[in-house]
């Protein structure tokens, strides 16, 4: 059975860091990339960074450059977001998501992936 799922939320002061997991089932290792989102209250979900599953592209927002990585471990169907230097406007539910299938559209348009983890949460106080 398909499935995502997250871990490493928390709650943390501004300037702090957390490291999110998110962990897949084989199918979903079989496609094309693995993406990190996040929705605050009240707002839209959001592409905060993608990762190719078959080589080192990445793509970030612009709001999170240099201080989010991505990363995979394919041997261990996993994708990590190591969130460094973190801000109050972080604070969300942060979503992994695979896009098993497409081949056009934004790498952080969520629309374009196909499975969703259930979220874990990350709270940044100032």
């Known amino acids: 059975q398909v499935h995502l799922v997250e871990s490493g939320g928390g709650s943390v002061q501004a300037g702090g860091s957390l490291r999110l997991s998110c962990a897949g089932s084989?199918?979903?290792?079989?496609?094309?990339?693995m993406g990190w989102f996040r929705q605050a209250p009240g707002k839209e979900r959001e592409g905060v960074a993608a990762t190719a599953i078959l080589n080192d592209n990445t793509d970030y927002a612009d709001s999170v450059k240099g201080r989010f990585t991505i990363s995979r471990d394919n041997a261990a169907n996993t994708v990590y977001l190591q969130m460094n230097s973190l801000k109050p406007e972080a604070t969300a539910m942060y979503f992994c998501?695979?896009?098993?299938?497409?081949?056009?559209?934004?790498?952080?348009?969520?629309?374009?992936?196909?499975?969703w983890g259930q979220g874990t949460q990350v709270t940044v106080s100032s």
């Open positions: 084989r199918e979903i290792w079989s496609g094309r990339l």
């Open positions: 998501a695979a896009d098993v299938d497409s081949y056009s559209g934004p790498w952080l348009w969520p629309g374009r992936y196909d499975y």
